[in-house]
């Protein structure tokens, strides 16, 4: 079967660190993405980690270990902008995704 | 237009009606995807297109239909639907990493569905 784990919910202060964590088991492995999704608006795409390793993109990195089937999103300098909903989705065979339950996560001031 | 743009955004629909979900992409991408969203739910995926054909079919019940006539333009088709169906509806695109999956996708802002 194929199945993807997030914490439901995390809070964090502004200007602190926080780090989202996703366990897979999927049929198949082509990568893994991160999304981001503000309330009532659509996903969009924040990283991808195909090879074990951090990935890091200004105040957003991701790791990836692929023996684990496991990986996080870590958001560094918390702004308030940064509340939402973050996704965690695997790339199996062709074009088949298959994506988490989000954690939602909430910056406090 | 620029991105992914979806048509409606809203619908409303009785259980007897048949409607249609249209979504653009100006991206020049050759995968094209229909998502439903519910609300606690993770996001599932519907359909794929890779090159016009499709490619996936996730055991959606035959009253959603999908079309995609060219790698720009995708439909969903509605029919008969039932009160569970209600659900935000997201279109996305992107461009295949040869034969082994693909690059990111660029989401549709959604289409907001309720069957009454």
């Known amino acids: 079967g194929q199945n993807i784990d997030q914490p439901t919910e995390m809070t964090a202060t502004e200007g602190a660190i926080v780090q989202i964590n996703c366990t897979y088991q999927t049929s198949g492995f082509n990568g893994l993405f991160w999304y981001q999704q503000h309330a009532g608006e659509a996903p969009t795409f924040l990283s991808y980690n195909v090879l074990d390793g951090l990935e890091e993109k200004g105040r957003f990195s991701s790791f990836l270990s692929r023996s684990k089937g496991y990986s996080y999103l870590l958001l560094k300098e918390l702004q308030m902008k940064d509340s939402a909903s973050y996704l965690c989705?695997?790339?199996?065979?062709?074009?088949?995704?298959?994506f988490g339950p989000g954690t939602r996560l909430s910056v406090l001031p | 237009e620029t991105g992914v743009t979806q048509t409606p955004r809203h619908l409303v629909m009785g259980m007897t009606n048949k409607k249609s979900l249209k979504c653009e992409q100006h991206l020049g991408h050759n995968a094209m995807y229909w998502y439903k969203q519910s609300a606690k739910k993770p996001l599932e995926l519907m359909f794929v297109y890779n090159f016009k054909e499709q490619t996936e079919n996730n055991s959606v019940p035959s009253r959603f239909s999908p079309e995609c006539p060219n790698s720009s333009h995708l439909f969903l088709h509605l029919h008969t639907l039932q009160p569970e169906d209600s659900a935000l509806y997201l279109c996305?695109?992107?461009?295949?990493?040869?034969?082994?999956?693909?690059?990111?996708?660029?989401f549709g802002p959604g289409t907001r569905l309720t069957v009454t």
């Open positions: 996305a695109s992107s461009q295949p990493r040869g034969l082994a999956g693909s690059y990111e996708q660029y």
């Open positions: 989705a695997v790339s199996g065979y062709g074009q088949n995704f298959v």
